[in-house]
């Protein structure tokens, strides 16, 4: 069983930062990519950023330069900094993560977890 944690969503003004945390905890030897999605309301969930178990990132085009992901592999965490936050940013930011598992056949695959979002709402 695995689980995700959120923390660090909340209520911001225009131009403010937030600064949030994902924490996997349960049966993990080895995580892929971790990353951070978002879904505002009546819109469909997109990517935010993406980080490999290398540390290569990349970036939805609306938040390059004003986010940041990074992950702590001792912690099983995956943080994003998010600076000079828009009213558009507002959304309910999730985490996800990629776990690599081999079955009883050998056959390799890739089980993907999700977090149960927090909330990120930036007034203008």
């Known amino acids: 069983q695995v689980q995700l944690v959120e923390s660090g969503g909340g209520l911001v003004q225009a131009g403010g930062s937030l600064r949030l945390s994902c924490v996997a905890s349960?049966?993990?030897?080895?995580?892929?990519?971790m990353g951070w999605y978002r879904q505002a309301p009546g819109k469909q969930r997109e990517l935010v950023a993406g980080i490999t178990s290398g540390g290569s990132t990349n970036y939805a085009g609306s938040v390059k330069g004003r986010f940041t992901i990074s992950r702590d592999n001792a912690k099983n965490t995956v943080y994003l900094q998010m600076n000079s936050l828009k009213p558009e940013d507002t959304a309910v930011y999730y985490c996800?993560?990629?776990?690599?598992?081999?079955?009883?056949?050998?056959?390799?695959?890739?089980?993907?977890?999700w977090g149960q979002g927090t909330q990120v709402t930036v007034s203008s």
């Open positions: 996800n993560i990629d776990l690599p598992f081999t079955d009883y056949n050998g056959r390799s695959g890739v089980n993907t977890y």
């Open positions: 349960g049966s993990i030897f080895a995580i892929n990519t």
